[in-house]
């Protein structure tokens, strides 16, 4: 079995990507850039990660959530996160990056966001 | 108490890294460690061996990895050296300041103090970086 799976869903203009597994260095990093790479070539800019299933991200996967979030900024998009585990909210404060993501514990709140 | 040393020679691959993380999980977990300190040994495992194989050994599979994993009076200690051209930990940009928040990599030793009761890098005989990780019981 992957080590990450991602479902794709959409409401209307957003894409939210349901994760389930470990965001780990390696091929669960890997998994993640692609998507967020095909998405953009896509045109698809509001991308909202749903952790809900992610029990272990290690420094590469904060990294990859850092870079996702970079190249979706770039592309003028937004990307938020949804559902956070309390072993990632930690590595977030840890990190000092509980600031630069958007967060939300509730999808309806992550979907009006973009409005 | 179990006292005896488990040592452990990987391959400088992406995929020694899960190894050493279950091996390193299992044995804590044989030697009384609760879930929280298994997570902090298994992801201190994690970065340690990652940035042995990718930073030291630039994944040159003809340099290994020595782990040595032993379970002492003071908790659970861990070894990992590497056999690469070293590197000054102080000189690692502290990944915490703002202008380093949005790169992508440099968190790995950030991970590794906070996870652990102690770190400590040094060079080793045969020419690499060790680091010395202990998790107090």
Known sequence: MAELNISERQAGDITILDMDGKVTIGEGSVALRTTIRRLLGEGKKKIILNLSGVGYVDSSGIGEFVSSFTAVNKESGSLKLLNLTQKIQDLLAITKLLTVFDVYENEGEALSSFK | MNEKKTKLKLPSRLESVEKAALEAEKLAAENGFGEEARYAIDMAVRESVANAVKHGNLLDETKSVEITFENSGDGFE????????????????????????????????????????????????????????????
């Open chain 2, 78 to 137: 861990i070894t990992i050296k590497d056999f690469g051209a070293g590197f000054a930990v102080e000189k690692i940009p502290d990944p915490t300041n703002p202008e380093n928040l949005l790169k992508a990599n440099g968190r790995g030793i950030l991970f590794m103090r906070s996870f652990m009761d102690e770190v400590e890098w040094s060079n080793h005989a045969e020419g690499g970086m060790m680091v010395k990780m202990l998790k107090k019981r």
